[in-house]
């Protein structure tokens, strides 16, 4: 069983989906353009797709937006399956190897606070707008695991990044990420939607150029940071490859 999108009783509240539960039920269906939306109403309807039968509920939507932004790869938004099965297990090993859920990772944010404190100290009790510093330190603690890189307040190429990323959340959870889910006829159209796709090439570009430059200092057996690991996982599935090929 496939079921394209499921909301929960905490969105159905804001969305008076109890009140359609008490005429419909407490599983009902709806259609948002060309979109089928089966809303679950309850702890115990939640609980029984979940819980009970959690593996028919594991899939993702197929919303077109992402399709066209990942082109299916990746793992949030992918379909449910045994590569993705295989990439999150992977992804998960190699993140607590780097401290994921670990105190190591403590001293990782202890260090980033640091210079985090420092950059307030500087503004000498002027008043400033923290959004986007405080974003870039919550970053530089993931690009620590992911790149062992961190990047200065005052860059601005990465603040760049920052806002791409912004954007395409909003643009995605919004009207018209909506949109271009819903009404096919509007994808090549000149809209705002449109942002998302170049802002992804984008950002895209900045980390292929992170993988290039990490593909330059790969050392097997010494890993610095997810990347290196996932590079060299990527080697040994291609020489085996080739290996099993020439058999």
């Known amino acids: 069983m496939k079921l394209l999108k499921i909301n929960v009783i905490l969105r159905c509240e804001r969305l008076s989906g109890t009140k359609m539960a008490k005429k419909y039920g407490n599983i009902y269906s709806i259609f948002l353009g060309n979109k089928l939306i089966v809303v679950l109403n309850g702890f115990q309807a939640v609980k029984e797709a979940l819980v009970n039968h959690a593996a028919e509920f594991s899939d993702r939507p197929e919303d077109a937006v992402f399709l066209k932004m990942n082109k299916n790869k990746g793992i949030n938004t992918v379909p449910y399956g045994q590569p993705w099965k295989e990439q999150r297990r992977f992804t998960l090993t190699l993140l607590r190897n780097f401290g994921l859920g670990k105190r190591s990772m403590e001293n990782r944010i202890l260090e980033e606070a640091t210079f985090l404190v420092k950059?307030?100290?500087?503004?000498?009790?002027?008043?400033?707008?923290?959004?986007?510093v405080i974003s870039n330190a919550v970053s530089n603690v993931i690009c620590s695991i992911l790149f062992s890189q961190r990047f200065d307040y005052?860059?601005?190429?990465?603040r760049r990044r920052l806002e791409c990323i912004c954007e395409i959340v909003s643009l995605i959870g919004g009207f018209w990420g909506e949109l271009y889910n819903t009404v096919p006829i509007l994808r090549r159209l000149p809209l705002p939607f449109q942002k998302v796709f170049s802002y992804t090439c984008e950002t895209q570009g900045f980390l292929k150029n992170i993988i290039e430059e990490h593909k330059k200092t790969l050392t097997a057996g010494?890993?610095?940071?997810f990347v290196d690991c996932?590079?060299?996982?990527?080697?040994?599935?291609?020489?085996?490859?080739?290996?099993?090929?020439?058999?």
């Open 119 to 132: 950059y307030f100290e500087e503004q000498n009790g002027c008043q400033f707008d923290p959004t986007v």
């Open 154 to 158: 005052h860059d601005n190429t990465f």
């Open 222 to 225: 010494e890993h610095k940071d």
């Open 230 to 247: 996932y590079l060299e996982e990527i080697n040994k599935v291609r020489h085996m490859s080739i290996k099993c090929t020439a058999l």
